[in-house]
């Protein structure tokens, strides 16, 4: 038969061309390697593409400064496509390559999830620069982050309404009813309750949603001071301009899922004057940062994000780990584990990296106001770790 | 009914041993050829079996979702609810309870079984559009609940974290080899179960029911009985992989069962030729791996994956093996 003769032609071309580009993926390694594993296809790529130019960037630097320990810093990098059963083969990869000494990702905190027991068994770091998830680092010597947990923020917001806009008693919130939203949702309402501010109605939306006036109207009849939005930017976005056209004039609050330019277009002049926090400020972080978001929009036209900078520490950090620690996955561990107090801590852009006894990192958050269209750090910034 | 062993059979079965062997000897000519100063590009033994496991999960879900599309003729979007339940179910009778991965597995099996009855029971009258949106519906709705229930599993996204590794006579079973075997076995055990079934009285009856309804009832047939059996059989079949799964994953979360995983198994089986075990089987073993297997084209692969689909169906319409009707 013509067509079947055709088809085993066909199959058999296609096998021998997948199978050559299967063994050509790994060149001699010359060089110190780590991998950065994170969302590089897929429908969050976007965070992905500013984790690559954010690693890319550290790695460019470090071995134009004559690389580490005198070698060359290679990254490889592997896609999870923000997938945890890719996560799982992506990180067996990964951990099985003698020659890859740390992970820095995964950025989905059910990536990270999903690589943890992988890099527990083969005994290599993996140092998450975006899960927030609070279960993300309990439980495993090898995983690390360097960024603050879900409930650490939703803290910070209800110390920050507390300390900083004195006039506010009663609050409400809106929340995404998805893990992020929820784990935030749930570490304000705690802080709050002990710190003795009213919280007047909790109203959960879906994302899939366009049209929040229902809950919105609901939520005007309690009579709040203040709106908390504990979700993404794209439906915050939307929710504060129909806040507006039901008559809510309050002042609005939102995490670090709001800040984006997106949350800006979206509610257009009903975002001025709305809070947001997040783990990092270009602007308001040292004149190492600003060098860095100069050499950053000059090598990729574009300004860096908060992931994009929180990937370039943690590269630095894993390096710092080598040549401080050793050219061993035990050696890095072992460095990084030892960094919890804030005078063994990391000092990078994003300011001073140390760990609790989890992993987790113990990190200030910041506070950006959005001022005439655009998002400007806030007058007053709280600082301190302590919750 | 025997089970006539032919000698291509035997002999693949003795391979099939055999690949975690293949696999660690390539670990070995890699150190061997490292310590000379030579690199081979071979990927790790674990990799390599990591995707092996992957590939016969998909072949085991396969063949339990081929008993309902391709033996009674019903098409089924939501498989994947089943394999949430047995995962679920497992993993938080382990993870939770500390009970034994021996007795969680059969558990989340007879869960999955009482799930596909549950669903079988409202849509036993329906055919063709209308059952193929109940079950789409219905796998949506528990992947809706696991991923927003607090009191159960306790949280967002539906994380269940530190499901334990089953333990056999005091082994902890992590290594990718036990995994291997642990799968292996399984499957092994679904095929036989699945081909004792389709030539059976039951399996004759569900391709009269594929066949035609009518003329199947007229004949005797108890459509209620016989379809009820092939959605109970099909989902346990779900609810082991699911179990399977738990344990070799560790930290599961929602994301995992999405509605496209419905529709990967879907498609694993048509390229296979509905209604065939050896099918199933091969159509998983493809589509179970080439998205791995084509990682190294990066951002382009599921490109290439859609390509390799279109040619095959092209090609091939009725699948890579499709069933010999009889008579």
């Keep these: 038969m013509k067509t079947r003769a055709n088809f085993s032609t066909i199959s058999l071309v296609a096998l021998v061309v997948m199978s050559f580009t299967f063994m050509s993926c790994e060149q001699k390694v010359e060089g110190i390697k780590i991998a950065v594993a994170g969302p590089f296809t897929g429908n969050i790529a976007a965070f992905g593409e500013m984790i690559k130019r954010g690693a890319e960037l550290r790695a460019k630097e470090i071995n134009a400064a004559g690389g580490v320990n005198g070698k060359t810093l290679m990254l490889v990098f592997e896609d999870d496509a923000g997938k945890d059963k890719e996560a799982s083969l992506v990180a067996t990869r990964i951990a099985t390559n003698r020659n890859i000494l740390a992970v820095v990702g995964h950025f989905n905190s059910s990536c990270s999830l ?75 309402t705690n802080a709050a309750q002990k710190l003795g501010l009213d919280i007047v109605a909790t109203e959960a939306y879906d994302r899939d949603n ?15 001071d203040l709106v908390f939005i504990s979700g993404l930017y794209s439906q915050a976005g939307l ?78 950090m894993i390096v710092e780990a080598i040549e401080k620690g050793g050219e061993n996955r035990k050696a890095i561990q072992k460095y990084l584990a030892s960094m919890t107090t804030p005078e063994k801590g990391y ?41 | 009914m025997r089970v006539k062993l032919s000698t291509k059979i035997v002999i693949l079965f003795i391979v099939v041993c055999l690949l975690p062997l293949l696999t660690y000897s390539a670990d070995l000519l890699v150190q061997w050829a490292s310590d000379r100063d030579i690199s081979l590009p071979i990927p790790s033994g674990d990799y390599m079996l ?6 016969y999960l998909y072949m085991l879900l396969a063949l339990g979702l081929n008993i309902v599309p391709g033996f009674t003729g019903l098409l089924d979007l ?96 992590y290594h990718y080899w036990q995994q291997y075997y642990h799968i292996l076995i399984l499957l092994i055990l679904t095929i036989v179960v699945v081909h004792r079934l389709q030539h059976s009285r039951v399996g004759r009856a569900w391709a009269a029911i594929r066949e035609d309804e009518r003329a199947a009832e007229s004949m005797g047939i108890n459509l209620r009985e016989y379809k009820s059996l092939a959605f109970a059989v099909s989902a346990a079949i779900g609810a082991v992989g699911g179990a399977f799964f738990a344990q070799f994953q560790v930290n599961i979360s929602a994301g995992a069962f999405e509605f496209w995983e419905s529709i990967l198994i879907l498609c694993m089986i048509v390229l296979g030729g509905m209604g065939s075990i050896s099918g199933s089987i091969v159509g998983a073993a493809i589509l179970g791996s080439l998205g791995e297997l ?7 692969r599921y490109l290439i994956f859609g390509i390799i689909l279109i040619l095959m169906m092209r090609f091939r319409p009725a699948g890579l093996l499709s069933i010999r009707r009889h008579g």
């Design chain 1, 114 to 188: 999903a690589g943890k027991p992988i890099y527990k068994r083969a005994g290599i770091v993996e140092l998450s620069p975006g899960s927030t998830n609070v279960r993300v680092c309990e439980g495993s010597d090898w995983t690390f982050r360097n960024l603050y947990r879900d409930d650490f923020q939703g803290g910070f917001v209800a110390k920050y309404i507390k300390n900083v806009l004195t006039d506010i008693q009663k609050i409400a919130i809106f929340f995404d009813n998805d893990d992020y939203g929820r784990g935030l949702k749930d570490g304000f």
């Design chain 1, 210 to 224: 366009t049209d929040f006036k229902a809950q919105l109207t609901s939520i005007k009849a309690k009579n709040p």
């Design chain 1, 239 to 316: 929710i504060a301009s129909q806040a507006r056209e039901v008559g809510i004039t309050v002042q609005l609050f939102g995490a670090d899922g709001v800040d984006s330019p997106g949350f800006l277009e979206i509610a257009g002049d009903a975002a001025d004057g709305t809070y947001v926090s997040t783990p990092f400020v270009f602007e308001l972080g040292g004149s190492e940062a600003q060098r860095v978001a100069k050499a950053f929009e000059a090598e990729y036209g574009v300004a860096p994000d908060t992931w994009a900078a929180l990937t370039y520490d943690a590269v630095g």
């Design chain 1, 347 to 387: 000092e990078g852009i994003t300011g001073l990296t140390y760990f609790d006894k989890n992993g987790d990192c113990i990190k200030p958050a910041y506070v950006k106001v959005v001022h005439d269209g655009k998002f400007v750090p806030a007058e007053k910034q709280m600082l301190d770790t302590e919750m």
């Design chain 2, 50 to 55: 990591r995707i092996l496991v992957q590939a």
């Design chain 2, 78 to 173: 939501g498989y994947v609810g089943f394999y949430l339940v047995g995962g679920y179910t497992a993993g938080l009778l382990m993870a939770r309870l500390g009970w034994s991965y021996w007795v969680a597995m059969p558990i989340a099996a007879v869960n999955g079984a009482i799930w596909g009855l549950l669903r079988g029971a409202p849509t036993l009258r329906l055919t063709g559009d209308y059952f193929a949106i109940v079950t789409f519906g219905f796998s949506e709705l528990l992947f809706r609940v696991v991923k927003n229930e607090e009191w159960l599993i306790g949280g967002p996204n539906g994380f269940v974290t530190d499901i334990p590794a089953p333990n056999l006579l005091g082994h902890e079973l």
């Design chain 2, 294 to 300: 084509l990682r190294p084209f990066g951002g382009a």
